[in-house]
Nanobody
Framework: VQLQASGGGLVQAGGSLRLSCAAS????????MGWFRQPPGKEREFVAA????????HYADSVKGRFTISSDNAKNTVYLQLDSLKPEDTAVYFC?????????????????WGQGTLVTVSS
């Protein structure tokens, strides 16, 4: 599966962005899509995950109530709506796909990764 993430940019604290992740290739067998982020100088961390059918989601506590993950199967695209952004949300955001049927799959069980898109939140 090839993944193409887009939608990052510079936004002020309190603002919003919508990230997109377009999937192509052999998407069959990839059950869960996830968003991860890597803040400057830190390790990559889980943000949110969704089943390909879009019927179940899971969020990191740090983004619950502010970020929303969704999917559009017709477009083979997963979105991450980022609202009420904080400076600590600044990071490179990555989308990924896993063949594990688990919204809590650890990062090393994600098989396919997009190239990342930078989100910068100014105070």
């Amino acid at each position: 599966v090839q993944l193409q993430a887009s939608g990052g940019g510079l936004v002020q604290a309190g603002g919003s962005l919508r990230l997109s992740c377009a999937a192509s290739g052999r998407t069959f067998g990839r059950y869960v899509m996830g968003w991860f982020r890597q803040p400057p100088g830190k390790e990559r961390e889980f943000v949110a995950a969704i089943t390909w059918r879009g019927d179940s989601t899971h969020y990191a506590d740090s983004v619950k109530g502010r970020f929303t993950i969704s999917s559009d199967n017709a477009k083979n695209t997963v979105y991450l709506q980022l609202d009420s952004l904080k400076p600590e949300d600044t990071a490179v955001y990555f989308c990924a796909a896993t063949g594990r049927f688990s919204l809590s799959a650890p990062i090393d069980e994600y098989d396919d990764w997009g190239q990342g898109t930078l989100v910068t939140v100014s105070s």
